[in-house]
């Protein structure tokens, strides 16, 4: 979703943020 960057961010903030998305999209999605 954050691939409106470069990549390189999108690598790292993919990792951060994907504790937070996983919980998020895991309770949106359901």
Known sequence: AYDIWS???FS???GHYESVNC???S???Q
């Open 7 to 9: 990549g390189k961010t």
């Open 12 to 14: 790292t903030f993919h």
């Open 23 to 25: 919980c998020c999209f």
């Open 27 to 29: 309770s949106a999605d």
